[in-house]
């Protein structure tokens, strides 16, 4: 028998309800006991939470490991540290890699490449071969190989015939079309939000009309089809109406935002100073948007029209962002960063800390219904759980120093800023895998 004690934490479980003072026992990888003042037994891990916070691991529905074929970027040990850092336990792998997760032995591959690293790690297959939006990949193959949703992301399902039959196999496999929210035809080649900041930069802007086409669209085609839609990390309040308008007619229609689009606007591509800054690290797809589509995202996560906080971890070498604006590379690292974040808007007064910690645990495992077989009791502390457990500080400052961070991806643009939330320790599958509780 292999045991941990987390003992003098603030347990806060919002499946259960739970926020209280409650020590909680581990055994063989599981949660064994939760309780007021549990004795240690014999052989077990002390592990001391006074003054921290013990909540469910965090669940990142939306991540890019670049294993295979991008491993210079990153590959799925390092990204695995990177999520254990930053509080996560379960993370799912999106599918453009190289090859694409298309086929049933390639995300058979990655699983067993996952299998020892340091956080759960599920797949994400894609919609069309090869991801190229021509021709349907074997979704029901990918689903039976593990695929816990499809998605073509990096790149919207263009095609609406394609997404069409897409959603229609989807109606029978009960799992989502997590969607890029993008249409090329109305973007065209936009590299921030079109706006003043834009206009006063002098490139060019893609409109949030690009975004909403697609979100329209797919919730009539997965209205049609009686499918599931995973709006991938929304940054609209037009697209998030939409949403909220699906959901109060009953549609089966999820959403995620990232801790980037809930924290800053398309300003911190242009800078502070005088000078333009053209932050390569700011660019990301969908684009930083207007303060007050930040706060539409707030709002949205609080009213619970967005399911949950998902990092759309992005990491890229630094020569893909040591370039001028138009050339470089979309996509922000995430994952060490997310609950400093999200805590801020807890400490502002925007969020409450049960509807962060929500928003990244039992949220994501209920917007895709991960809740089955071996992962019974997924993102909650519930006694039989998997003993995924993440120690949290909301108080303690930080600041960001992307250099020291275990993600091989550097590419952030909160890189200097302070802010207040520390991820202490992380316990996945029964294991502790960061504490940084002395560090």
């Given at each position: 028998m292999t045991g941990i004690l987390v003992h003098g934490g603030r347990l806060i479980d919002p499946a259960s309800g739970l926020d209280e003072r409650l020590d909680l026992l581990i055994v063989d990888g599981r949660i064994a006991q939760v309780g007021a003042d549990l004795p240690l037994p014999p052989g077990t891990e002390h592990l001391a939470a006074s003054g921290l916070i013990v909540a469910p691991g965090f669940i990142d529905l939306h991540t890019h490991?670049?294993?295979?074929?991008?491993?210079?970027?990153?590959?799925?040990?390092s990204g695995a540290r990177a999520a254990a850092r930053g509080g996560f336990?379960?993370?799912?792998?999106?599918?453009?890699?190289?090859?694409?997760?298309?086929?049933?032995?390639?995300?058979?591959?990655?699983?067993?490449?996952?299998?020892?690293?340091?956080?759960r790690v599920l797949a994400i297959g894609a919609v069309s071969i090869g991801r190229r939006g021509q021709e349907l990949a074997e979704l029901a193959a990918l689903r039976d190989a593990g695929a816990v949703a499809v998605s073509d992301d990096g790149d919207a399902v263009a095609d609406a015939s394609l997404a069409r039959r897409a959603f229609e196999y989807l109606s029978d496999l009960h799992i989502p079309l997590a969607?890029?929210?993008?249409?090329?035809?109305?973007?065209?080649?936009?590299?921030?939000?079109?706006?003043?900041?834009s206009a006063r930069l002098g490139l060019r802007g893609q409109p949030a009309a690009a975004e909403l086409s697609i979100v329209q669209r797919d919730i009539a085609l997965a209205e049609a089809a009686g499918a599931q839609l995973h709006a991938c990390h929304i940054s609209t309040e037009p697209s998030l109406?939409?949403?909220?308008?699906?959901?109060?007619?009953?549609l089966h229609v999820t959403a995620e935002v990232t801790p980037h689009h809930l924290f800053l606007t398309h300003d911190v591509v242009a800078g502070s100073g005088d000078d333009l800054l053209y932050d390569t690290n700011a660019k990301v797809n969908p684009p930083l948007r207007t303060e007050?589509?930040?706060?539409?995202?707030?709002?949205?996560?609080?009213?619970?029209?967005?399911?949950?906080?998902?990092?759309?971890?992005?990491?890229?070498?630094?020569v893909d962002k040591q370039c001028e604006f138009d050339a470089a590379a979309f996509g922000i690292s995430g994952l060490e960063s997310a609950w400093p974040v999200v805590n801020s808007l807890v400490e502002s007064g925007r969020l409450t800390l049960s509807e962060a910690i929500e928003r990244l645990t039992i949220g994501p495992v209920r917007a895709w219904n991960l809740d089955?077989?071996?992962?019974?009791?997924?993102?909650?502390?519930?006694?039989?759980?998997?003993?995924?457990?993440?120690?949290?500080?909301?108080?303690?400052?930080?600041?960001?120093?992307?250099?020291?961070?275990a993600s091989m991806g550097k590419n952030t643009p909160l890189a200097g800023h302070t802010l207040s939330g520390v991820v202490a320790a992380t316990?996945?599958?029964?294991?502790?895998?960061?504490?940084?509780?002395?560090q």
């Amino acid at each position: 028998m292999t045991g941990i004690l987390v003992h003098g934490g603030r347990l806060i479980d919002p499946a259960s309800g739970l926020d209280e003072r409650l020590d909680l026992l581990i055994v063989d990888g599981r949660i064994a006991q939760v309780g007021a003042d549990l004795p240690l037994p014999p052989g077990t891990e002390h592990l001391a939470a006074s003054g921290l916070i013990v909540a469910p691991g965090f669940i990142d529905l939306h991540t890019h490991l670049r294993e295979p074929g991008q491993e210079h970027k990153e590959t799925i040990a390092s990204g695995a540290r990177a999520a254990a850092r930053g509080g996560f336990t379960t993370i799912c792998a999106m599918p453009n890699t190289e090859p694409a997760l298309d086929s049933a032995a390639v995300i058979d591959g990655m699983l067993q490449r996952a299998r020892d690293v340091d956080c759960r790690v599920l797949a994400i297959g894609a919609v069309s071969i090869g991801r190229r939006g021509q021709e349907l990949a074997e979704l029901a193959a990918l689903r039976d190989a593990g695929a816990v949703a499809v998605s073509d992301d990096g790149d919207a399902v263009a095609d609406a015939s394609l997404a069409r039959r897409a959603f229609e196999y989807l109606s029978d496999l009960h799992i989502p079309l997590a969607e890029h929210c993008e249409d090329p035809a109305i973007a065209q080649g936009g590299v921030m939000h079109d706006g003043a900041v834009s206009a006063r930069l002098g490139l060019r802007g893609q409109p949030a009309a690009a975004e909403l086409s697609i979100v329209q669209r797919d919730i009539a085609l997965a209205e049609a089809a009686g499918a599931q839609l995973h709006a991938c990390h929304i940054s609209t309040e037009p697209s998030l109406q939409a949403i909220a308008d699906a959901r109060a007619r009953g549609l089966h229609v999820t959403a995620e935002v990232t801790p980037h689009h809930l924290f800053l606007t398309h300003d911190v591509v242009a800078g502070s100073g005088d000078d333009l800054l053209y932050d390569t690290n700011a660019k990301v797809n969908p684009p930083l948007r207007t303060e007050s589509d930040v706060q539409a995202c707030i709002d949205a996560l609080v009213a619970g029209v967005v399911d949950a906080v998902a990092t759309d971890h992005a990491p890229h070498a630094a020569v893909d962002k040591q370039c001028e604006f138009d050339a470089a590379a979309f996509g922000i690292s995430g994952l060490e960063s997310a609950w400093p974040v999200v805590n801020s808007l807890v400490e502002s007064g925007r969020l409450t800390l049960s509807e962060a910690i929500e928003r990244l645990t039992i949220g994501p495992v209920r917007a895709w219904n991960l809740d089955r077989g071996e992962l019974s009791g997924l993102g909650t502390l519930r006694v039989g759980a998997p003993a995924d457990v993440t120690l949290l500080s909301t108080d303690a400052v930080s600041r960001v120093e992307p250099d020291s961070w275990a993600s091989m991806g550097k590419n952030t643009p909160l890189a200097g800023h302070t802010l207040s939330g520390v991820v202490a320790a992380t316990i996945s599958q029964g294991r502790i895998v960061w504490d940084g509780r002395e560090q």
